[in-house]
């Protein structure tokens, strides 16, 4: 989800976080380009300490400012122990208050950011591997990148527990029911790679079924995030617990992975296979059951 902040919210950020400020520890404000920018030039106003934007010339005695929490490279890059942070309205120094004010993981938009400043990243990402982005088949490659990744990773913007919600007590049973071979496609957490494969799943009611299209949606929902195929394999069948109140279920991935084969060991033919295993499927009998009708 992407949250648009307004000037408004930067100025009632800084008027909470300057009161959390020592000034005389500091004799002038660094604000990190540009995302600090805007937020900087008000505190440096605020606490009355005057900008520096050189940042050769940052001292001890510099207060580093940037914008939100992310990924801490300006903790990384600048070895300060003040750099100080906006997540929606509020601003916390980093170390001394290292949270987030509203909990969630909305993709921040500050006043003066484009969405284009994205496709200007992946722009230096072409540079970085040799390629020169403004020939004609690489021109409008950013913007289609940014436009994929909203199939991509679409699932970031979905609940399982919504998606579940379509059961039924009508045509109950106390019998096995599978859904084999559900095809994914989802992406590497590690190397930002593909890996694709399929999916069964199995699952004894315990006084209502779910609709049976809702457990392929479910795959996709855990599929398109960047993903590592342990942890998907065990959000399936935890989310079938939990939300189906199943008595048991059972869900096994095959898939190969971009990872393997095109990099690394580069083992082309090599698959990766999971289990997750939950409830009534602990005992032999149920999950022999399942393992021989999905061959």
Request: charged share 30%; aromatic share 8%.
């Amino acid at each position: 989800m992407k949250t648009r902040l307004t000037h408004k919210d930067i100025e009632i950020g800084i008027c909470r976080l300057w009161k959390k400020i020592q000034p005389e520890k500091y004799d002038k404000i660094y604000p990190i380009p540009r995302g600090g920018y805007y937020g900087g030039i008000l505190l440096s106003q605020i606490l009355r300490l005057p900008l520096e934007v050189e940042k050769e010339k940052i001292t001890d005695k510099t207060l580093i400012f940037d914008d939100l929490i992310d990924s801490g490279r300006t903790l990384s890059e600048y070895s300060q122990d003040k750099a100080v942070l906006c997540v929606k309205n509020g601003l916390m120094d980093k170390v001394t208050y290292y949270a987030y004010e509203e909990e969630g993981n909305d993709w921040l938009v500050f006043p003066d950011e484009k969405e284009t400043d994205i496709e200007s990243h992946l722009i230096r990402i072409l540079q970085y591997i040799g390629e020169d982005p403004t020939r004609e088949g690489l021109k409008h490659t950013p913007a289609r990148i940014c436009k994929s990744w909203d199939r991509l990773f679409c699932g970031y913007n979905q609940k399982p527990e919504e998606v579940l919600l379509t059961n039924f007590a009508d045509g109950s049973c106390d019998e096995m029911v599978i859904l084999k071979d559900v095809e994914f496609y989802s992406t590497c957490e590690h190397h930002f790679l593909p890996f694709t494969g399929k999916v069964s799943i199995g699952y004894i009611p315990n006084g209502k079924v779910v609709g049976i299209s809702k457990l392929a949606r479910l795959v996709d929902i855990y599929a398109r995030r960047l993903q590592i195929q342990e942890r998907m394999t065990g959000q399936i069948a935890d989310d079938i617990m939990k939300h189906v109140n199943s008595k048991g279920c059972m869900v096994v991935c095959d898939a190969q992975h971009l990872c393997m084969t095109s990099r690394g060991v580069e083992k082309q033919q090599s698959k990766m296979i999971t289990s997750a295993i939950r409830g009534v499927f602990l005992e032999k009998e149920v999950r022999d059951e399942f393992l021989s009708l999905i061959k």
